[in-house]
């Protein structure tokens, strides 16, 4: 049976189907000797290379995997960064084959949860705008803000890349000039929670990730390490991208008692 090639090198784990996509564009991958073409097919008999290496493990790829870390402040969502700064790829577990995609970024200034799986299939599915995947952020503002305002937040605030709305703001407490907030978005654009307050004037002081999907960031997982899910939570966001609720998630890998230790050195 032959399928899309992007479909095929992202269930792999080699990326997700948009950079799949880009390697195509670029002329790096080969079907049969050939450069490929986005939407060609490919069967178990098809020989296909990425910038001139075989790839072997595309129809026997081990079965996907779902993480969720705990990103702190100042770690960057880039395998490799120019300025040398630390990324939430030097703290994860590693892998025989594929790589660990991310679900979604994180900037420099937030932290929280953060979802990476060799399944780029699902990783392109909880991402793209139609599947509306909700997104749930604390929010620390600073100043009282104004009940017209949190209305405002609600139904919607011109941006400069076009309107966008909280689906939900939840008064968590505070005192003093620092207030928090639950609020919970369906889509990822750069920066959105932080922009829309601040487009009503008011300044974040902090902001972390603490759920994607059905999957929660919980107070057991500290800044820097990362757990597997577990079947029942990969069912879940399977069922979130439209895909069989089955997981294909291997056995759990538990981080070592030293906490995680084994993260590649990394060089300056």
């Known amino acids: 049976m032959e399928e899309k090639i992007q479909k095929v090198l992202a269930r792999a784990g080699l990326a997700s189907r948009r950079e799949v996509e880009r390697w195509i564009e670029q002329g790096r991958i080969r079907v049969n000797g050939k450069p490929a073409r986005p939407g060609d097919r490919i069967g178990p008999r098809d020989k296909v290379s990425l910038d001139g290496k075989g790839l072997t493990h595309l129809w026997h790829a081990p079965k996907a995997r779902v993480i969720t870390y705990h990103k702190p402040v100042g770690e960057v969502c880039t395998r490799k960064d120019p300025e040398g700064r630390p990324t939430v790829y030097d703290h994860l577990p590693p892998l025989p084959n594929g790589r660990w995609i991310g679900i979604g970024r994180l900037d420099l200034n937030t932290s929280g949860l953060l979802l990476l799986t060799t399944d780029g299939e699902l990783a392109n599915r909880l991402m793209h705008p139609s599947r509306q995947v909700e997104r749930e952020y604390a929010v620390r503002v600073l100043g009282e803000v104004k009940p017209e305002d949190l209305t405002a937040l609600q139904e919607g605030v011109e941006l400069e890349d076009g309107p966008a709305r ?70 879940g966001l399977r069922r979130l991208a439209g895909l069989p609720a089955e997981a294909r998630s291997s056995a759990p890998m538990k981080p070592r008692p030293s906490g995680n230790r084994h993260r590649r050195t990394r060089r300056h």
């Open 166 to 235: 909280f689906e939900q703001i939840r008064d968590a407490g505070g005192s003093g000039s620092n207030h928090w907030y639950h609020v919970v978005l369906r889509e990822g654009r750069n920066r959105e929670v932080r922009r829309l307050w601040e487009a009503l004037g008011y300044a974040v002081s902090r902001l972390i990730r603490v759920r994607y999907g059905n999957v929660e960031l919980g107070r057991a997982l500290r800044p820097g390490k990362w757990r597997e899910l577990s079947p029942r939570e990969v069912a």
